[in-house]
């Protein structure tokens, strides 16, 4: 099975903060990687497929890049419902694993 | 407008079996590769099972082979989960998505996930 290893599990940010969330994948998955938002109570939210491309209605200031093993999240200057837990999702085999989640907290 | 709507989720004892359905509309059903996800209290996300569009292929996660079943029947646009056997660890709750597949680059996600279904096995 693919490991999804995402650093870090908690961060602390303030709004308009810059934050970056990495993702590695315990081999090559090509760019077969998501990125999706939850809010507690709420189903996951697609935001980013195939690495980079933003899913339609995501605000821009979300970007994904890297392939291979490496990859990143971005969120340019946040905002109050930015704050949530992201989860990567590797569909290069199966099973599809997801990352254990990054628990983002308004500081 | 994409609707998945879950339902079947209630409190069973170990060892009971449990049948989950999810109603889709807004999207062609059966060009639709579909898939349970799973999230215990508190806990993150697990892959559970996947069907093709035609039901003709599933895969499982290890944790769930041989109790589990996935199954859909395209005529009702209905994703279903047979649950036999059903353990503690069980205990979650049961998302349908529906999967995309992309070209150029490749790749494959889940573009619509419903509101979930609580199961709570607990004797």
């Known amino acids: 099975d693919i490991q999804m290893t995402q650093s870090p599990s908690s961060l602390s940010a303030s709004i308009g903060d810059r934050v970056t969330i990495t993702c590695r994948a315990s081999q090559s998955i090509s760019t077969y990687l998501n990125w999706y938002q939850q809010i507690p109570g709420k189903a996951p939210k697609l935001l980013i497929y195939v690495a980079s491309t933003l899913q339609s209605g995501v605000p821009s200031r979300f970007s994904g890049s890297g392939s291979g093993t490496d990859f990143t999240l971005t969120i340019n200057s946040l905002e109050p419902e930015d704050f949530a837990t992201y989860y990567c999702h590797q569909t290069y085999s199966t099973p599809y694993t997801f990352g254990q989640g990054t628990k983002l907290e308004i500081k | 407008e994409v609707q998945l709507v879950e339902s079947g989720g209630v409190v069973a004892q170990p060892g009971e079996s449990l049948r989950l359905s999810c109603a889709a509309s807004?999207?062609?059903?059966?060009?639709?590769?579909m898939h349970w996800v799973r999230q215990a209290p508190g806990k993150g996300l697990q892959w559970v099972s996947l069907?093709?569009?035609?039901?003709?292929?599933?895969y499982y996660a290890d944790s769930v082979k041989g109790r589990f079943t996935i199954s859909r029947d395209n005529s009702k646009y209905s994703l279903y989960l047979q649950m036999n056997s059903l353990r503690t660890e069980d205990t979650a709750f049961y998302y349908c998505?529906?999967?995309?597949?992309?070209?150029?680059?490749?790749?494959?996600?889940?573009?619509?996930w419903g509101q979930g279904t609580l199961v709570t096995v607990s004797s």
């Open positions: 069907i093709s569009w035609d039901g003709n292929r599933a």
């Open positions: 807004g999207f062609t059903f059966d060009d639709s590769t």
């Open positions: 998505a529906k999967g995309t597949f992309r070209l150029e680059p490749a790749g494959r996600d889940f573009d619509y």
